[in-house]
C-alpha cells in the first residue's frame, strides 16, 4: 500500500514536499513515481524515479521546480515542489510499478492522492 501526505495550500512561487510511504513489499526493487490531476483533466505524468534513484524522469511542466528523491531505507519516496504556480493545482498521486514510463496505465500501485492547491 501507499500513503501520500504533504499536500495543502500554498502561495504561488512557495514550495510543498509530498511524501509517500510504502508498506509491505510494494516499495521493494520498485520504482516510483507521481501524477497529478486536475479538475476535469486525465491524471498526467509529473516525476519518477528508479530503485536506485540513480535515474529520474520529469515532465516538461516541472522540470527545474521540482525534485523526486527516495530513501528506501524508510520506504518513502518524496517530491520536492519549489516556485508553485495556480496551474500546478491538483490532486498528486504517488505510483509504484516495475518500470519506469510516463503513462499512469504502466503502473501496478497507487496511493489514495494528496491536494495540492497553489493561490494566486
Known amino acids: 500500500q501507499l500513503q501520500a501526505s504533504g499536500g495543502g495550500l500554498v502561495q504561488a512561487g512557495g514550495s510543498l514536499r509530498l511524501s509517500c510511504a510504502a508498506s509491505g513489499s510494494t516499495f521493494s526493487r520498485a520504482v516510483t513515481g507521481w501524477f497529478r490531476q486536475a479538475p476535469g483533466k486525465e491524471r498526467e505524468f509529473a516525476a519518477s524515479?528508479?530503485?536506485?534513484?540513480?535515474?529520474?524522469l520529469y515532465a516538461d511542466s516541472v522540470k527545474g521546480r521540482f525534485t523526486i528523491s527516495r530513501d528506501n531505507a524508510k520506504n518513502t519516496v518524496y517530491l520536492q515542489m519549489n516556485s508553485l504556480a495556480p496551474e500546478d493545482t491538483a490532486v498528486y498521486y504517488c505510483?509504484?510499478?516495475?518500470?519506469?514510463?510516463?503513462?499512469?496505465?504502466?503502473?501496478?500501485?497507487w496511493g489514495q492522492g494528496t491536494q495540492v492547491t497553489v493561490s494566486s
Open positions: 505510483a509504484a510499478g516495475r518500470r519506469l514510463s510516463t503513462s499512469a496505465t504502466s503502473w501496478d500501485y
Open positions: 524515479i528508479s530503485w536506485s534513484g540513480g535515474t529520474t
